[in-house]
């Protein structure tokens, strides 16, 4: 069974939520039976190439909020990612375009490294410091330590259409299936799950698309499935306290 994974790197609850689906596939019993692609999907794909922004302005900005209260939202998103064994800088992080990144995520792909660099950009963009936007020489180490050879990574960054069919052909996908935010999972193309969801609630639904066998007519949502957190093109949901 294929389960479908449309992210974007600069999105919180997609790095929560890859968790959370993580902890749950490694328990599930057909683990080796599940096939996981991930898939693109921009939150801000007008951005252009080498423009990032710091994210505390960027969310007081998008949200009509202080810089304060966004320093607020951050610790409580950190607090989420925490729960979930993630590292989570809360402060001095920046946002721009993932268009390459996710460009060099198709290359990945075609390598049978794709989870492994997905982690990586995560953790790069998420718990450290150095910019993962615009800088060619972090993404083409960052590909490295994944596992791809220097070189290719360098020919795609290098190239703007390289793998940008791809990129478009998923976001057209996540827009024909329903989906205007993310994390959105699909898991055989039956069930959608939408947002980070907790762990069992994954679970429940890996088990329902194992066992049912009947073509739906679109996306099903299963039980219990219903409003996880996301981030869509107008941002992300601020977690409560």
């Given at each position: 069974?294929?389960?479908?994974?449309?992210?974007?790197?600069?999105?919180?609850?997609?790095?929560?939520?890859?968790?959370?689906?993580?902890?749950?596939?490694?328990?599930?019993?057909?683990?080796?039976?599940?096939?996981?692609?991930?898939?693109?999907?921009?939150?801000?794909?007008?951005?252009?190439?080498?423009?990032?922004?710091?994210?505390?302005?960027?969310?007081?900005?998008?949200?009509?909020?202080?810089?304060?209260?966004?320093?607020?939202?951050?610790?409580?998103?950190g607090?989420?990612?925490a729960?979930?064994?993630?590292?989570?800088?809360t402060?001095?992080?920046?946002?721009?375009?993932?268009?390459?990144?996710?460009?060099?995520?198709?290359?990945?792909?075609?390598?049978?490294?794709?989870?492994?660099?997905?982690?990586?950009?995560?953790?790069?963009?998420?718990?450290?410091?150095?910019?993962?936007?615009?800088?060619?020489?972090?993404?083409?180490?960052?590909?490295?330590?994944?596992?791809?050879?220097?070189?290719?990574?360098?020919?795609?960054?290098?190239?703007?259409?390289?793998?940008?069919?791809?990129?478009?052909?998923?976001?057209?996908?996540?827009?024909?299936?329903?989906?205007?935010?993310?994390?959105f999972?699909?898991?055989?193309?039956?069930?959608?799950?939408?947002?980070?969801?907790?762990?069992?609630?994954?679970?429940?639904?890996?088990?329902?698309?194992?066992?049912?066998?009947?073509?739906?007519?679109?996306?099903?949502?299963?039980?219990?499935?219903?409003?996880?957190?996301?981030?869509?093109?107008d941002?992300?949901?601020?977690?409560?306290?």
């Open positions: 069974m294929r389960v479908e994974i449309w992210s974007d790197i600069a999105c919180p609850w997609c790095y929560v939520g890859k968790a959370r689906f993580d902890k749950a596939l490694a328990a599930f019993p057909h683990r080796d039976r599940i096939e996981v692609v991930h898939r693109s999907f921009e939150l801000d794909p007008a951005r252009p190439k080498g423009d990032p922004e710091l994210v505390l302005p960027m969310l007081a900005k998008k949200y009509g909020m202080s810089e304060a209260q966004a320093a607020e939202a951050e610790r409580n998103l607090q989420n990612a729960a979930e064994g993630l590292p989570y800088l402060e001095g992080r920046d946002h721009g375009s993932t268009f390459d990144m996710h460009r060099l995520l198709h290359l990945a792909k075609a390598r049978g490294r794709q989870d492994e660099l997905l982690a990586v950009l995560y953790r790069a963009n998420f718990a450290e410091t150095a910019t993962v936007f615009g800088d060619d020489e972090r993404l083409v180490a960052l590909a490295v330590e994944a596992g791809l050879e220097e070189t290719e990574a360098r020919e795609v960054l290098a190239d703007a259409q390289r793998y940008a069919a791809e990129v478009r052909a998923d976001e057209r996908a996540a827009t024909e299936l329903g989906a205007s935010g993310v994390p999972f699909v898991l055989d193309r039956r069930y959608g799950v939408s947002g980070a969801q907790p762990a069992d609630v994954f679970t429940q639904a890996l088990t329902q698309a194992w066992e049912s066998h009947v073509p739906a007519s679109g996306l099903a949502i299963p039980a219990g499935a219903e409003g996880g957190e996301a981030c869509g093109p941002g992300c949901e601020v977690p409560k306290n």
